[in-house]
């Protein structure tokens, strides 16, 4: 079946422009993760869904980050007046359901700030 | 606070066994990962401890023990393929989903 799938894969965008990257799961899927990763490094947490609601923003870096899944499916991650800052990978991964442990990851939105 | 500790490269020989060691320190515990990712790639899931001792699937091994907060992930008749970084994750709080992954390690694989 379909894996993790996110849009636009590659996103170039002026300083200050806001962006909304998009993630869908695995059809059925439960929870939904955001993670940010910058070259050579792992995955950064910034915030997870357990159907609809958001059950932990505490990893999103500061107020312009904001993420909403309001059907309990699809997913936005919304940054405001980017920085330069912001650049790096954006990945979602989704898992099955509220007590699984495996993610799935999808191919992440590499954004560019200029 | 979080820190998950694991080296930053290592080499091995196809073939081979390597063992590539990770430690933690998080506010709570609810299971320790081990993720592969190859260059350009998304990581994708190996193995899952929550209790103490070792995992076994295929050439593949995780061992966990809470007390010291060290895990470590064994792999064995090494093959060029397995050339990527391996990243350590731990799900942190009593009854979250929060994940907390490590900077990963680059195993090389050579000839």
């Known amino acids: 079946g379909a894996g993790v799938s996110q849009s636009p894969r590659y996103k170039v965008t002026k300083r200050g422009q806001d962006v909304a990257l998009r993630c869908d799961p695995i059809?059925?899927?439960?929870?939904l993760y955001w993670y940010r990763q910058a070259l050579g490094q792992g995955p950064e947490f910034l915030t997870y869904?357990?159907?609809?609601?958001?059950?932990?923003k505490s990893g999103l870096p500061n107020d312009r980050f904001s993420a909403e899944r309001p059907e309990g499916s699809i997913s936005t991650l919304t940054i405001q007046r980017t920085e330069q800052r912001d650049s790096a990978m954006y990945r979602c991964?989704?898992?099955?359901?509220?007590?699984?442990?495996?993610?799935?990851f999808g191919p992440g939105t590499r954004l560019t700030v200029t | 606070g979080q820190n998950i500790d694991q080296p930053t490269e290592m080499t091995a020989t196809e073939g081979a066994i390597v063992q590539i060691n990770c430690t933690y320190q998080?506010?709570?515990?609810?299971?320790l990962f081990w993720y592969q990712q190859h260059a350009g790639e998304a990581p994708t899931f190996l193995s899952y401890?929550?209790?103490?001792g070792l995992e076994e699937k295929g050439r593949f091994s995780s061992f966990l023990s809470r007390s010291k907060g060290y895990s470590y992930l064994l792999l064995k008749e090494l093959q060029m393929k397995d050339s990527a970084s391996y990243l350590c994750?731990?799900?942190?709080?009593?009854?979250?989903?929060?994940?907390?992954f490590g900077a990963g390690t680059r195993l090389f694989v050579k000839a």
């Open positions: 869904f357990n159907y609809e609601a958001q059950q932990d």
């Open positions: 401890n929550v209790l103490d």
């Open positions: 998080t506010s709570g515990f609810n299971g």
């Open positions: 994750a731990v799900r942190e709080g009593t009854g979250g989903f929060k994940t907390i």
């Open positions: 991964a989704s898992s099955p359901g509220i007590d699984s442990y495996e993610q799935y």
């Open positions: 059809s059925g899927h439960v929870s």
